[in-house]
């Protein structure tokens, strides 16, 4: 149903803005609120692994060299926080841990969409397509799946990265010490939490106008995460060698989206040595380093700041040699930002069928092996349906690698900041 509202254009309601504001954030906040109370569980393992971390954070352990969360929390310490804090209220209220942790998510989604509608008018989009572009984000079932069923917490970092450019946008930051401040510390705080907001930062550098504002934009960025990172190894003795290893050295999830599962396809099949795919899951990286490099260097960096943030992150999901379905949610607040209505709905129809399938008899349950016997089921069922979204997510990234031009809107927006 809610694939079917998101794919739909609804009329603009005669309504001033603050009120038009608020239907969406209503809208968007009970489209997460009714998945929220009817599959209270969420993802077993990425739930279970949230009360790991937040028992041993209770009992003053440190969470990176604990046997028990090897592989559990791949990220800098700042969500671990809000687990701890849920396992608190859960404790005290008597309410699920599983509920009480994805207050957190939830909330941050829905408040995307009302950041979505509120950016569009500040960056002077007439109120149709704001409100088309809240809308959509308060319907899509691509983040509900991710924030509410499966309890990921994307969607924050997702925010605070919003937040960073708009301020960008809105304010004087080249010239102003304090908007560059409050942009760059939005970004830091994203960073903090996942790092994969960190792409955003050599994009904004280079629309800065001289090295002191980026260097002390630069600075601003890295000492959130520095400073939470000093607090954490003070408050419960990690190392700080080990957590910066463990946030950076992600590598799960190699063959199972994009180009790694043809390769491995074609191990399978004896179309290459075997060899390829093994080298693959070890170096992969640096594949995706090099064609993230090459397309910040010839194209992302030419376009404004949103369209360039897009590109590399669709180039992520296009060329990247690990995946989490997660990833998948990156894309949908950006693309709504530069207002690529087609592409999202192709990308939303595509994505949505494909996680669908993987939620509702992989992650939230295991029942994909009533049709075939596992791995057979994952090989053959869900990780071929992932290619129709990945073929479109290589098209969308060609399409914004070659275009020539950007949305009206960005191209004035981009001025403001500067």
Not at 15 to 23: H, T
Not at 150 to 169: K, N, T
Not at 236 to 261: C, K, R, S, T
Request: positive net charge.
């Amino acid at each position: 149903m809610l694939l079917g509202c998101s794919l739909r254009t609804w009329p603009v309601p005669r309504l001033p803005e603050w009120r038009a504001l608020a239907w969406i954030g209503g809208v968007a906040l009970i489209a997460r609120l009714a998945p929220a109370l009817l599959i209270p569980e969420g993802s077993g393992y990425d739930i279970g692994s949230y009360q790991i971390v937040a028992q041993l954070l209770a009992n003053g352990q440190d969470v990176y060299s604990a046997t028990e969360a090897v592989g559990r929390h791949p990220y800098l310490p700042l969500q671990m926080y809000w687990m701890l804090g849920a396992y608190h209220i859960s404790f005290i209220s008597g309410w699920p841990f599983a509920v009480v942790v994805r207050w957190l998510p939830l909330t941050a989604d829905a408040s995307i969409a009302v950041v979505i509608f509120w950016a569009l008018r500040r960056t002077r989009i007439d109120l149709p397509e704001a409100w088309r572009g809240g809308l959509l984000y308060a319907l899509n079932p691509v983040t509900i799946l991710v924030s509410v069923y499966h309890g990921q917490f994307d969607a924050l970092p997702s925010l605070l990265l919003i937040l960073a450019w708009l301020i960008w946008e809105t304010r004087p930051v080249s010239r102003s010490r304090v908007a560059a401040a409050l942009s760059a510390g939005m970004l830091g705080l994203a960073v903090w939490d996942k790092s994969w907001p960190i792409l955003f930062l050599p994009l904004i550098l280079v629309k800065l106008p001289n090295w002191p504002t980026r260097v002390f934009y630069s600075l601003v960025v890295g000492v959130l995460p520095l400073l939470g990172l000093g607090f954490y190894t003070i408050q419960f003795g990690g190392e700080a060698d080990q957590i910066i290893a463990v946030a950076l050295g992600y590598n799960h999830g190699v063959g199972i989206w994009g180009y790694p599962y043809l390769v491995w396809v074609g191990g399978m099949l004896g179309i290459w040595p075997q060899a390829v795919w093994g080298w693959l899951v070890g170096q992969g990286r640096w594949i995706t380093l090099v064609i993230l490099g090459v397309i910040f260097w010839w194209r992302a960096r030419h376009l404004p700041l949103m369209p360039g943030l897009l590109l590399l992150l669709l180039a992520f999901l296009a060329f990247g040699h690990a995946f989490s379905i997660q990833y998948l949610t990156w894309v949908i607040p950006f693309g709504m930002l530069v207002r690529d209505w087609s592409w999202l709905r192709r990308y939303i129809l595509a994505t949505s069928s494909y996680m669908l399938l993987a939620y509702f008899t992989l992650i939230l349950a295991f029942r994909i092996d009533y049709w075939l016997p596992w791995p057979q089921a994952n090989w053959y069922l869900i990780m071929p349906m992932g290619l129709p979204a990945w073929i479109i997510t290589v098209f969308w990234t060609s399409h914004w690698w070659r275009r020539g031009d950007v949305p009206a809107h960005a191209e004035e927006s981009a001025s403001v900041g500067r």
